[in-house]
Every structure is written in C-alpha cells, then in structure tokens.
C-alpha cells in the first residue's frame, strides 16, 4: 500500500531506504553517494548531514507548503542532499538543481537523480531555468561568495520568481566566529588533518573578534579563498552577512533571519519577492 504523504519522521528515514521509496510513497529518491564524497561538499557525512539538510528543508518547506506542484530551484545543490527532501511536496520535473561544479554534476547523474539537472557558470543567467518559480533555495552558497556574486544572483533569481516567491539561502554568521574562535584556542590539540585548515584561516582572515566587530556594525565581510577545482579565489571564500546590512539592501522584502535553527551551522535569510 502506497502512503500519501509520508509524516516527517517516515520520510527521514526513507532516505537511507531510498530503495523502498517507490514501493512505499510512490516517489523515486536518488541513492546517496559514498561518505567520502558528501564529506567532500559539507564535511560531514551519513544521518548528520541529513539531519543538517532536513532542518533548512525544513525551515525552507514553509513558504510552498499551500501550494500545488510548486516550481523550487535548489542553487549550487552539490550531490542533492536537500532537493531529495522536496521530492514529497512535487514532482522532479518542477526540480531544478544547479551547480557550477561538474563533480556535482556527476554525482547527480551517478545516484539517478530524477530532477533537472543543469551546470552554471558562476554568474547568471543560468540555460534553462523557467520563469515563475515559486522558490529558490541554497544551502552554504552565499556563505562562500564575494558581494557582487551575491548581489547578482539575489537580483537574478528575483527575475526568476513569480511576484510572492520566496529566496531561502544560509550564510555565516555568529556561529561561524564562535567556531574560529574555538579553532583558535585549540590549534596546539587539533587532529592532523585539521592543521592546515585553521592556519589557512588565521593566515586569511582578520581575528574572530574584528570579524564579530563589523559583523555587529552591520558589514558584509567577504575573505578570498580557494575552494579546490573551479572553485577559484576569485568569487569563493568565507562570507559573512549581517541581518541589517540585508535589511539596508532588502528592507520589507527580508521576511526572517536566524542564527538558531536545530542541526544548521549558519544564519538561515528569506526574502519574498513583492507581489
Ligand atoms: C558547500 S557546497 C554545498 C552544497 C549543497 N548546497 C549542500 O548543502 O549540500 C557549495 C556548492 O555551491 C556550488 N557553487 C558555488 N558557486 C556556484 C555558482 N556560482 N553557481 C552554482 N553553484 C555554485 C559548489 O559547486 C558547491 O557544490
């Protein structure tokens, strides 16, 4: 017997039985990729980084909730660990999962991903991406671009929303310099393969408390550096953006902002396009 819509706990767990899926819900999931490549895009692996996915999807969920078949772009979707989650609310031809890197293209084709599949380049526009969406999300995007990148794409994907639409998109925040903090204090006691990342970021970036300073002032503060394969310096780093400098740019269009959401390691925006 075919479940209709399966509750939240039954769809989590569906995801590590994505064999199942069909049989159960009627929908058809991706399989997952190895640990060592979602650890490649997240650095984290397995039921953490699912649970991490699960609490944007979550949060992001609400603006297509009263909508039938709603058109959603996951942008810079990786090997698609958020978009699986959607594919309860419509089908995989209202899915578009973009991203710039062909690693993650390939890891979208090798689990038999059922959406749209598109590269980009790392500014817009993007091929065959339709009008009218009803929501554009990205998880750890604009916590890596400099500001004319984030300025374009937010310009965008406002053509590319219907008028009501909505943008969900993470970012760095209050949580990520209490971490560079932490780093910091530990550095004489971090595993090996964590060394050459924190003095990668002592050496790139200013210290967490002048970080926090024009964080608190209200800056968007962007710090150049390279992410591996096309990834380059020159639009890809650590980016941090505060609630008011997005309230400056925004105003009534910046609808929520929170640092606090269970499983999610950086500020969650959403902005709705006027009607
Ligand atoms: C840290 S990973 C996050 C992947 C995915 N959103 C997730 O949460 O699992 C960042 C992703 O953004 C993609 N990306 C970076 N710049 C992009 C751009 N300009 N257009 C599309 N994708 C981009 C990268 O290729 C990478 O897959």
């Given at each position: 017997m075919i479940v209709l819509r399966p509750d939240d706990?039954?769809?989590f767990d569906a995801q590590f039985d994505w064999e199942s899926s069909l049989r159960k819900f009627g929908i058809r999931l991706p399989s997952l990729p190895s640990d060592e490549i979602q650890t490649g895009f997240t650095s984290l692996s397995g039921r953490q980084n699912l649970l991490q996915a699960f609490g944007f999807y979550g949060k992001a969920?609400?603006?297509?909730?009263?909508?039938?078949?709603?058109?959603?772009?996951?942008?810079?979707c990786g090997w698609g660990r958020i978009s699986r989650f959607f594919l309860r609310e419509t089908s995989p031809k209202n899915m578009y999962l973009v991203d710039a890197m062909d690693v993650a293209i390939d890891c979208l084709k090798n689990t038999n991903n059922p959406c749209n599949i598109i590269y980009n380049t790392k500014s817009p526009p993007i091929e065959g991406i339709p009008d009218g969406?009803?929501?554009?999300?990205a998880y750890s995007v604009f916590s890596h671009l400099s500001e004319k990148y984030f300025l374009d794409w937010v310009q965008y994907f406002l053509s590319k929303l219907k008028p009501g639409g909505h943008i969900v998109f993470t970012t760095r925040g209050w949580q990520f310099i209490e971490h560079l903090q932490s780093l910091r204090d530990s550095r004489g006691d971090l595993p090996s393969n964590l060394v050459a990342y924190v003095e990668r970021l002592v050496q790139d970036m200013p210290t967490p408390a002048r970080i926090a300073r024009n964080y608190a002032e209200g800056q968007f503060q962007w710090f150049p550096m390279a992410g591996g394969l096309e990834l380059t310096a020159d639009f890809w780093g650590e980016t941090f953006i505060p609630e008011k400098y997005l309230l400056e740019k925004y105003g009534s269009m910046l609808v929520s902002f929170s640092e606090n959401t269970e499983h999610v390691d950086q500020s969650i925006v959403v902005l709705r396009k006027p009607i």
């Open positions: 706990q039954t769809w969920v609400e603006y297509i909730k009263s909508i039938h078949e709603p058109k959603i772009m996951d942008f810079g969406l009803d929501l554009i999300y």
